[in-house]
């Protein structure tokens, strides 16, 4: 594709590293796992194996220590050949909260497995079936018995839970009702999933993507006091400090997502023959092309702005927020302009369009929805009052 | 345990090449440069050893144009411990004698235990280089290689002969030519592209090597692009015996096959 930027240079290594893996995992195998809704267990270990999601990882915990810069053009790539990153991103960004506010023995006994590969985090139960965007609302309890806590509640959309061997699990510590400060009284635990067993009741979610995400059901599952990360009542806060990687990272994929579409219409729109010439010859095909790819290159900008902010320890919140707003709401329009340019065979599966399609078109809804992002622009940005 | 691997950096085999106004090479924009398939299996075989035996080290060479040098990053990304460019004027014509004395030079120096070529390289398919490097070194021989271990005394080598595999026994240095294998190459990994990164790759001048740069070689008369492929035919609709008679006529008539 023309229009390289300044990183798509600077990053070459990382690009054509990660892209020689991706070539092995073309469109049919993206398309059968798809088919099949498998989990795609080879091609994630294939990333994990050469070290990839162990990119955010410190060097001294076994990672490469890189930036999240360069973590998201990771992702960025997997997309942008085709592929689904979500199969396994959060196992490059799960563990943020462990090793920020992880005890040095926690870092310690965990990280190295984490960044083998041997151990899975990649799933976070945060969301609830009553408390959706509101965060501080979530009632699953985790009640303190001596060096344990019993803990009892439901959690939904908790994505890869049956691909981890670790869940950080957010719970209520103090009921709502008794706190001053509602950004207060939830915890983060670190789950060993084998352990929890039967206190755990997974259910698949059927969706329309190929993306693993269950209902959760806790009963009497006990954590013991030693998992419970940082401090007690501060989980909510520590969850948020991960936000800001993660919105960077989605908004990556986003764009890797919107260039695979614009890679493909273009390329479609050069080769389709109708009324005698090429379709891209028309402007209506030719336009949408133009303002999507636009859209794309905006979007990349307010990425690295973010990107380049977190990587240097600076507060990014507003930045990451508008990235991946800019980058899921460029991808999405990139998929529709994609599908329009290729007429009916944009709905045939084998054109993989309609499959990046319904992909994508997750990412404005999660992992926040961007009204939400909206709503925290318009209030921590613009100091307009509270909306909710 | 001691290990070379001798590597040739070769177009991608993604690449659609073009033949040059002159007809006496490729043009070299926009190609993409990789490491000559079965010079890959090469590195992966010097690689499982040392992943068996920690003591091994592995080397790489190549004599090449600078940009050769992606080839030997890309080889430490995957695990090799050090890496070595030749280069020097003309060495993009060199022929495959000339440089089989080069790098015989380099491994008189290196002084290696096993030396390791790919059996042929992907854009000349000579399969020349290694036993020329042999033949110069007055080393053993073994060629299509996929496995080897150190036994008593040597190195137990397995090459690949029709319908399964002959042992034979090197009871000192040689030079192994190595066929592809069941494992495939590894990926560079992660960790093993920020090592790579700051990894010093020292270069010799060809010219200094003191190697014989004269002597027989191949010269390229002229290249051309093969006969453009007439575009197939798809027989998709309508009912499948009537499709069948149809093909089955074609194949008789048309293409003469049957
Ligand atoms: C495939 C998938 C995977 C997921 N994986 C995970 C996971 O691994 N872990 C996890 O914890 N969660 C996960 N989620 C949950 C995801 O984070 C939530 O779906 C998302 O945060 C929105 O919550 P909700 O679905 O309950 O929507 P709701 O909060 O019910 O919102 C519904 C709609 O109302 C709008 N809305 C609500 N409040 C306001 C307001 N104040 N102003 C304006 N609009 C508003 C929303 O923007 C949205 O359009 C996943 C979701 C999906 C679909």
Redesign the pocket.
């Known amino acids: 594709m023309t229009g390289m930027t300044a990183h798509d240079v600077e990053h070459a290594d990382i690009r054509s590293a990660v892209g020689e893996i991706c070539r092995g995992f073309g469109d049919p195998y993206w398309r059968a796992v798809d088919q099949a809704k498998r989990y795609p267990v080879e091609f994630v270990d294939a990333l994990t194996k050469a070290g990839w999601l162990a990119a955010l990882i410190p060097e001294e915990y076994g990672g490469s220590g890189l930036g999240v810069g360069e973590a998201s053009v990771v992702l960025e790539e997997i997309q942008r050949q085709g592929g689904n990153a979500a199969a396994c991103h ?1 196992q490059m960004y799960v563990m943020g909260t462990l090793l920020r506010h992880g005890s040095e023995e926690q870092k310690r006994m965990y990280l190295p497995r984490i960044a083998s590969g041997e151990l899975r985090l990649q ?5 609830e ?1 009553t ?4 965060t501080t609302r979530i009632q699953t309890m985790a009640v303190r018995h001596g060096d344990r806590y019993i803990v009892n509640g439901q ?6 839970f049956l691909q981890s061997d670790l869940m950080l699990l ?1 719970a209520r510590t103090t009921p709502y009702d008794e706190l001053d400060d509602k950004t207060k009284g939830l915890s983060v635990f670190l789950v060993d999933i084998k352990v929890a067993g039967d206190a755990i009741e997974a259910r698949p979610i059927d ?1 329309m ?1 190929n ?1 693993n ?1 269950n209902e959760l059901f806790i009963r009497d599952l006990a954590i013991p006091a030693q998992n419970l990360i940082g401090q007690e009542g501060m989980g909510f806060r520590y969850i948020l400090d991960g936000w800001n990687a993660e919105r960077i990272l989605i908004g990556a994929e986003c764009i890797g997502d919107a260039r695979w579409f614009i890679e493909r219409a273009v390329a479609y729109a050069k080769r389709r023959i109708v009324f005698g010439r090429a379709i891209g010859q028309n402007q209506g095909v030719a336009l949408p092309l133009a303002r999507a790819h636009a859209n794309t290159e905006a979007a990349d900008l307010m990425r690295w702005k973010a990107a380049r902010l977190f990587d240097a320890g600076t507060s990014c919140g507003p930045e990451a927020n508008m990235a991946k707003l800019l980058a899921s709401e460029a991808s999405w329009e990139a998929a529709n302009v994609c599908l329009d340019t290729h007429g009916g065979f944009g709905f045939a599966t084998e054109y993989d369009v309609e499959r990046k399609f319904r992909e994508t078109r ?1 990412y404005t ?8 992002v ?2 925290y622009v318009a209030q921590h940005v613009l100091g307009l009052p509270k ?2 | 345990m001691k290990l070379l691997v001798c590597v040739k950096q070769v177009p991608d085999s993604t690449v659609r090449v073009k033949v040059a106004g002159d007809q006496k090479a490729i043009v070299p924009e926009g190609v993409t440069w990789a490491i000559s398939p079965y010079d890959e299996y090469a590195i992966e075989l010097a690689l499982e050893h040392k992943d068996a035996n920690p003591g091994t080290t592995v080397g790489v060479i190549t004599v090449g144009p600078p940009r050769a040098r992606d080839a030997l990053r890309q080889a430490l990304a995957m695990g090799c411990d050090d890496a070595t460019l030749v280069t020097g004027a003309d060495v993009e014509t060199l022929g495959g004698l000339a440089t089989a004395r080069a790098l015989a030079k380099v491994v008189d120096e290196v002084t290696p235990d096993l030396v390791l070529c790919g059996k042929q390289a992907s854009d000349d398919d000579q399969g020349f280089v290694g036993q020329a490097l042999a033949e110069t070194l007055g080393w053993p021989h073994v060629a299509i290689v996929t496995k080897f271990v150190a036994s008593d005394g040597g190195t137990e080598i397995w090459k690949e002969v029709e319908g399964g595999h002959e042992v034979w026994k090197a009871s000192g240095p040689a030079v192994l030519t190595v066929q592809k294998s069941q494992k495939d190459p590894r990926y560079p990994s992660l960790p093993g592209i920020m090592k790579a990164k700051k990894k010093e790759i020292p270069e010799k001048d060809l010219a200094s090597l003191g190697a014989d740069l004269g002597g027989p070689s191949v010269e390229i008369r002229a290249m051309e692009p093969p006969p453009a492929r007439k575009a197939g035919r798809v027989m998709k609709d309508g009912d499948p015996k009537a499709l069948a008679a149809e093909l089955a006529k074609l194949l008789r008539d048309e293409a003469r096959v049957l």
Do not use: Q
């Open positions: 959060a799933a976070f139960g945060v969301t079936p408390a959706g965007s509101e959690k939904i959309w908790t994505s890869r957010l969706t993507i993306h995400t997750l809804v999660a992992p926040i929805n961007n009204n939400l909206l709503a909306s909710y």
